[in-house]
């Protein structure tokens, strides 16, 4: 008797079940799909505006979004893709902090047949099949645009050697390797362009600031230009020149990356001469892409950002359309 009770009881909650289930299928067609992101981090206005643009349009898409803030550390963002592989989510994305030490998680998430997109940031393996695609920019070309600007400007002073310092980002992230060998294959055909000092400053306005306290201290007045591969940075150092007594983008010209706000103002302030853009608007384009590769249709390897250069001169007309 019990038993025939239980047996009774369970196929009815099995019609139940399956009655709920039929129900939300036709309800919405689509089930959600679910996406494991991990983030660098929230080192730079770049990065705000980078994770404002993937929320927001995975909200606009119906994505179910689980995501992770690494906190600038590899092994957060290894620890946040296991866990990604261990809830079964149907994509994975994410911005590598620096280029290696990616196979082995990697593998993982293939054999778990869960697809990997990389956005942002490149990773250096040898087997290409452990991502399908990566949607970024080109961050050689972005340094080589920087290099051009300097080689345009020093133009006007054909006779004088023009030292460089420069700020990298963050070691062994793709666009710190990437920027710093594109400005140096350009500015390599003016003997006159000599970097006399490079160091991180870790992508942040606090490292920036530091980093170039520590050149003015050692080379001072001899500096006359500052790259730096990102705008947060150029933003800290511009601090540290006006703090020793010199004129930001007058004693010292000044090249940054990204294009971000606060580049437009210090540019209109007269302390920036150059941005070159670095667009951090991933989002709309990430989760079209996830659809595409959940549903099998194939996709380029690579989708590379369209950007610009912004000299000071166009701050002011440029300032009201920018979006980040
Ligand atoms: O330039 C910088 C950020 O990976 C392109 O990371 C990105 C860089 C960006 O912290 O501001």
């Given at each position: 008797m019990t038993l025939t009770r239980r047996t009774l009881l369970a196929s009815a909650m099995l019609l139940a079940f399956s009655a709920t289930t039929f129900a939300t299928s036709s309800a919405f067609a689509a089930k959600p799909l679910v996406m494991g992101f991990s983030q660098v981090g929230a080192e730079s206005e770049w990065r705000t505006a980078n994770t404002v643009s993937i929320k927001d349009a995975a909200k606009k898409d119906g994505v179910t979004l689980k995501f992770a803030d690494a906190q600038q550390k590899q092994e957060n963002q290894v620890k946040a893709l296991r866990s990604f592989i261990a809830q079964k989510v149907d994509v994975i994305a994410f911005s590598p902090v620096?280029?290696?030490?990616w196979d082995t998680v990697l593998r993982e998430a293939k054999a778990a047949k869960i697809p990997v997109i990389l956005t942002d940031r490149a990773v250096n393996v040898a087997?290409?099949?452990?991502?399908v695609t990566f949607i970024g920019s080109d961050f050689v070309e972005e340094g080589r645009r920087a290099g051009q600007w300097l080689l345009e400007h020093a133009k006007k002073t054909p006779d004088a050697t023009l030292n460089i310092v420069e700020l990298q980002?963050?070691?062994?992230?793709a666009p710190a390797i990437d920027r710093k060998e594109g400005f140096q294959e350009v500015i390599g055909?003016?003997?006159?362009?000599?970097?006399?000092r490079s160091q991180t400053g870790d992508f942040t306005r606090a490292k920036g600031k530091e980093v170039m306290e520590a050149f003015l201290k050692a080379e001072g007045k001899k500096i006359n230009v500052l790259y730096a591969h990102n705008d947060d940075m150029a933003i800290g150092a511009i601090q540290a020149i006006e703090e020793a007594g010199m004129k930001p983008g007058k004693d010292i010209i000044i090249i940054s990356i990204d294009g971000v706000k606060g580049a437009f103002e210090a540019m209109i302030a007269g302390k920036l001469n150059v941005t070159v853009e670095c667009s951090p608007l991933l989002g709309p384009q990430l989760m079209s892409i996830a659809r595409d590769v959940v549903a099998g249709k194939p996709v380029p390897a690579r989708i590379t950002t369209v950007e610009g250069v912004f000299p000071a001169e166009v701050a002011a007309k440029e300032f009201p359309n920018r979006k980040y």
């Open positions: 620096v280029e290696s030490g087997d290409k099949s452990l991502y980002g963050t070691v062994g992230s055909k003016n003997p006159k362009l000599k970097i006399i």
